[in-house]
């Protein structure tokens, strides 16, 4: 984890983060709540959100495979991943 956020940071500069962030624990682990926060983390990064708060733990283990889909879909309009912080 520790290798990921340092990753995660080399990207982006500190007057990059945005003073806004979007958590991802909340929710049952089921896809209705999946495609809900997919499309949460897709609308605010498209806002100008650049940090996300996750963890393999939230909504036993659903948070990350929803925000990676939200991921790959801001990468298909030029949003790339590097501009956004998880943490």
């Not at 945005?18 to 991802?24: A, E, I, K, P, Q």
Request: proline share 1%; hydrophobic share 45%.
């Amino acid at each position: 984890a520790e290798d990921n956020v340092s990753t995660s940071l080399a990207s982006l500069e500190i007057d990059q983060l945005s003073g806004w962030g979007l958590g991802t624990h909340l929710g049952a682990a089921d896809r209705e709540t999946d495609s809900l926060v997919e499309t949460a983390v897709f609308q605010a990064v498209r806002g100008g959100v650049s940090m996300l708060d996750t963890a393999n733990i939230y909504r036993a283990g659903q948070a990350e495979v929803a925000i990676g889909r939200a991921l790959q879909r801001l990468e298909k309009i030029s949003i790339p991943r590097t501009q956004v912080f998880l943490c």
